[in-house]
Each structure stands twice: as structure tokens, then as C-alpha cells.
């Protein structure tokens, strides 16, 4: 058996509607569901973004950081800006040979757009 890649990646959130405009202004395009829907999958290159709902009382800590190649980082980021999101960090080229930056979704996922140096 061997692994040919990434299918998909499902967030929990407590706010969908939130979640959804929130993907929508970072460019994502709903393919399924929508922002009163239970579970929304949005389409990520050849993958997919789904976010599913999850009660209030439900909590979870950090759980890590999902990473999706872009053509160009430094264009992601100004749209990102445009769209009035606030990044935590600025494109940066980093040692280990991709060009970065990252933000979080309003329930607290981190999100990073990257690009290959070579």
C-alpha cells in the first residue's frame, strides 16, 4: 500500500457561519454545505477543507497547523490582508526551504499558506 496524498482535513468549529466567510475571504470555494449547514467542505487545490460543528461546550487545545502550498505566497498574504484578516506572521523564507506565513481561524486553528524555495 502506499499513501498518494492528502484527501481532506476537518476542522471543528463552534461558529460555522463564521468559519465559512471566514475560508470564503482566504479564497476558499464551498463545494458542499454552507454557512447554517452542520458540515461544509470547501475545496483546497486537489483536497478538501471540511469544518463540522461542534457543541459550545465541547473545547480543544492546540492541536497543530494545517499547511497548504500556494503558486505565490507574497500575493496570498496581500489578498489576506485585503480582506481585512489579521495574519500572525508575514511571508519570511525559513531554513527549512519554504517561503511562509501563517493566521488563525476564529476558532483557533493555525492556518499556513507555503511555497517550496526550490
Do not use: C
Amino acid at each position: 500500500m502506499t499513501i498518494t496524498g492528502l484527501s481532506a482535513i476537518t476542522l471543528a468549529t463552534h461558529n460555522m457561519s463564521g468559519a465559512v466567510r471566514f475560508y470564503r475571504a482566504l479564497g476558499f470555494e464551498v463545494i458542499y454545505g454552507a454557512e447554517e449547514a452542520p458540515f461544509t467542505s470547501l475545496r483546497a487545490g486537489a483536497g478538501y477543507l471540511n469544518l463540522i460543528s461542534q457543541p459550545k461546550d465541547k473545547k480543544w487545545t492546540w492541536w497543530g497547523r494545517v499547511i497548504f502550498f500556494v503558486n505565490n505566497v507574497d500575493v496570498i498574504f496581500e489578498k489576506v490582508i485585503a480582506q481585512g484578516i489579521k495574519t500572525d506572521t508575514t511571508p519570511r523564507a525559513a531554513e527549512w526551504g519554504e517561503r511562509y506565513f501563517h493566521v488563525t481561524d476564529p476558532d483557533g486553528h493555525e492556518i499556513s499558506f507555503a511555497k517550496p524555495l526550490k
